[in-house]
């Protein structure tokens, strides 16, 4: 049990453009889901945590309006890169806990590269 | 904020040597300290956690240790493996509302050459 999927797990696209990446908890109801940036080699860095039916608390530093998490359902969390650049291009982790729990499963990652 | 240093960043080891990793955590509030596993381009994996109402555990080939008193923990990974090979994270987490929020570690990148 506990397993949380992503998708894409890859995309490319254009400067400006808008991307959506999911977060779904497949077969448990997700209270929290983490996001975490990774640059190459480097360690996870938490952008925001989102609770289910409230706003995503965001870490300092992170745009809120340029990273939009929604974690509308129980299941699902998305967070959608607005307006794209080359510098966001990363590998974008999301991880998802149940209630009161302490442990997280992470999602497989979606890579994104932006030209 | 928790603060939470680990080292070393690269442990090159031969096989069947042991490998020890360490993290110290700033905040006394961090109750839980996961480790994850992570291969390249692949997701973090869970291999052990402790609480901090224990300063002990092992799990076959791999231990965690921490003391609260001095704030740190460490990894053990016995009779190392090629297959050990990968990057580790340690993490300490606050427990904030109902969550518990994670700081991680910069990770080691652990080589077990055969």
């Known amino acids: 049990g506990a397993v949380v999927s992503q998708h894409p797990s890859w995309v490319i696209c254009k400067s400006g453009t808008s991307v959506k990446i999911e977060c779904r908890s497949l077969?448990?109801?997700?209270?929290?889901m983490f996001w975490y940036r990774q640059f190459p080699k480097q360690s996870l860095m938490l952008m925001a945590t989102?609770?289910?039916?409230?706003?995503?608390?965001?870490e300092q530093g992170v745009e809120k309006d340029k990273f939009l998490i929604n974690h509308a359902s129980l299941t699902l969390s998305t967070l959608t890169v607005t307006s794209a650049h080359p510098e966001d291009s990363s590998f974008y982790i999301c991880?998802?806990?149940?209630?009161?729990?302490?442990?997280?499963?992470f999602g497989p990652g979606t890579r994104l590269t932006v030209l | 904020g928790e603060n939470v240093e680990q080292h070393p960043s690269t442990l090159s080891v031969q096989e069947g040597d042991s490998a020890v990793i360490k993290c110290t955590y700033s905040d006394s509030a961090s109750n839980y300290f996961p480790w994850y596993k992570q291969e390249l381009g692949k997701r973090p994996q869970l291999i052990i956690d402790i609480r901090s109402n224990v300063g002990e555990k092992k799990d076959q080939r791999i231990a965690v240790t921490l003391n609260k008193t001095a704030k740190h923990f460490s990894l053990h990974i016995t009779e190392t493996q090629p297959e050990d090979s990968a990057v580790y994270f340690c993490a300490a987490s606050i427990r904030s509302g109902g969550s518990y929020i994670p700081t991680f570690g910069r990770g080691t990148s652990l080589i077990v050459h055969p």
């Open positions: 989102s609770n289910e039916g409230s706003k995503a608390t965001y």
């Open positions: 991880s998802a806990t149940r209630r009161e729990s302490d442990t997280q499963y």
């Open positions: 077969d448990f109801q997700a209270t929290t």
